[in-house]
């Protein structure tokens, strides 16, 4: 039997999830002093923010404005390195399963109908599920990137949902009209400008719910701002009419102390005033060109836009909450899918593992349960988010997730004795056993290889999985645009070697099929800066690239002829 086939997580019944809350003695509320009920929960989910683009975060733009997000901040707790996941698909994937992408088994996508997939849901169950089983109503509103089977009546009672993965013909359209589905109902045009009428969906469900106050409710929200082709709404045109981004230091190459696909990333050409410019966004379903012009300054300015509304629906959606007198039994968490590259590092885009690619702004509120305008400085990642959800709602973990809970620092920020960190992967367009082994053909997507790191206190541990690839660590206080990579100083080699194997016994713990196989990494040396080349490549003889190339003729040679067009972008 194949590795895909096993039924790694399989859904649980509802009785079983039951008895499971009798027999371990589990109470359906947190159990804390004075507390006799569960908390609603509402996720809203944002796409491709960074938080550079929050004002309410260290390194965002001083330009930059988003009154209705740092409200909640000041309210509540910001995390300030919370990382969801690595790609729109991926992440979501996680943010319902618990797992990682390489955990993530039947996954199948379609690329010739990109975003066409399909997973099986029995071998892939979604964990609102087990909401369900302990009391909770629940609700999905918006954008549905996970699989063609969208979850209404095993993980939804309510849902409204634009389904990618099944209209592929609409994909595209995340600021204009969009195929919903209702209740699995039939598929309705929808007009209008989505951040608007999503956050309209929201409302009536929260105020809805007002009647039920003895049922507890999860909603998630799911926004497709600010995703390219970053379309501002009609009213937001004349915002941020100054936007000045300064030229991020390693927009072009080289970039000295990185692995060697970070010297071709090129998305950004130098203009004849020596800023970047980038003419057009391309994105699987078309491309786009900024309606301002092609400087960095532009594409910022439009992007802003997208966030402008984002931020305005946000606080036009706590505000209903708050009037409907669910705050204080209601904990609210904002975050994104991931962060998205400016310029930054050469990119226009996620997936690689660096901050300005991946790291969204997370915050949770509950006002009362949390301490306001409060701050943590632990990473986590989005399995532990899941495991958080869970463990604030009295709902057991139904199958085994990779998450650790954080419940202990929504009330402690700044807990001494916390002593997990935060793993993140990238397997390109590969799921679950197909992650045994590192991928063949389409090694790069949008340039980009294979990766894991791991992140603990102001450290960050990068391993690109190509062989004899250098590694990576950054202090991300006193470098936060990891541009120094430490591992070209001597000094931090043993830090390396912890944060490698701490990185390799998360793999172990998660399951990873690919662990086994890691490739070898460039060997920490004494003169190991001496032997990056100008361009920041590890000294890797000519030699062994050819073997590495007729190697690859021999295994597929009717495909080598044409093997540059598996670079996916």
Known sequence: MQEDSRRLFPRPPAFVLIALFVLTGASPTRGNAGESRQPNILFILADDVSYRNISCYPGSYDWVKTPGIDALAREGMRFTRGYAGTWCMASRTTLMTGRQQYGNRSMKLKLLDYPAAEYDPDKMPLWPEALRSNGYHTAMIGKWHIGKEAGFGTAWDHQRVWNRCKHTQNAHAYYEAQIIETDGGEPELIEGYPTDFYTDWAIEYVEDRTGS???????????????????????????????????????????????????????????????????????????????????????????????????????????????????????????????????????????????????????????????????CTHPVAGPDIVSTLLSESGTLEPWEMHGHSFSALLTEPNLKTWEHGALLALTGINWGGNTKRLPRLVKHVQGIPWWVSYSKDQYKYIRTLEKNEIEELYDLEKDPNELNNLALDPAFHPLIVTMREKAESELARTGAPFLKRLPPVCELQSDISEMMSASGDPGRTREEEEAERQKNRSRFPLLHPISPFFELH
């Open 213 to 375: 106050a003895n049922q507890p409710w999860f909603l998630w929200l799911c926004y497709g701002a600010s995703h390219g082709p970053f379309t501002p709404a009609e009213r937001d045109l004349d915002a941020f009419p100054v936007v000045e981004v300064s030229v991020p230091a390693d927009v072009f190459p080289p970039r000295p102390g990185k692995p060697r696909y970070m010297q071709k990333i090129g998305v950004w050409k130098e203009g004849a005033d020596g800023r970047p410019k980038m003419e057009r966004f391309h994105t699987p379903k078309g491309s786009t060109v900024c309606r301002y012009g092609s400087d960095l300054n532009d594409w910022n300015r439009q992007y802003q836009q997208t966030i402008k509304s984002l931020d305005e629906n946000i606080a036009r959606l706590i505000a209903a909450l708050d009037a409907s007198g669910q705050k204080e039994n209601t904990l609210v968490v904002f975050t994104a899918d991931q962060g998205f590259a400016f310029g930054q590092h050469g990119f226009a885009t996620k997936m690689a593992p660096y901050d300005h690619n991946i790291r969204p702004p997370l915050i949770f509120r509950q006002p009362g349960r949390l301490p306001a305008n409060s701050v």
